[in-house]
């Protein structure tokens, strides 16, 4: 006979800096929900980054389709962070000879 299904913890953990990662590995939050969005499945994703597993990666899908509104506030604040730690770094070494070599490419 079924019976009614356990509640199963979602993969998620948040790292000492704030950004929430997949599992105990390195894969963000972030980076499972852009791919998902660009259309890979689960099984896609996993293909992409090997370190996750595919029940963790259905689980965290599942999750975001349950609290999207959450998520994606979530993602668009990491993205946030993002253009400023960049644009700090930008203001702080205008002169870096490497992205001054990697720009002219």
């Known amino acids: ?48 980054y090997p370190a996750l597993e595919l029940p963790d990666v259905y689980l965290v899908v599942g999750y975001y389709l349950q609290h999207r509104e959450d998520v994606d506030a979530y993602v668009q604040q990491q993205r946030q962070r993002a253009t400023q730690a960049r644009q700090d770094y930008q203001a702080h070494h205008p002169q870096d000879p490497l992205r001054a070599k990697l720009l002219s490419r």
Request: net charge negative; glycine share 8%; no cysteine.
């Open 1 to 48: 006979m079924f019976s009614p299904p356990v509640a199963v913890d979602v993969p998620l953990r948040t790292d000492e800096g704030g950004v929430i990662r997949v599992g105990q590995t390195r894969v963000t939050l972030q980076t499972v929900i852009t791919d998902f969005h660009q259309g890979a499945s689960p099984e896609e994703i996993v293909h992409h």
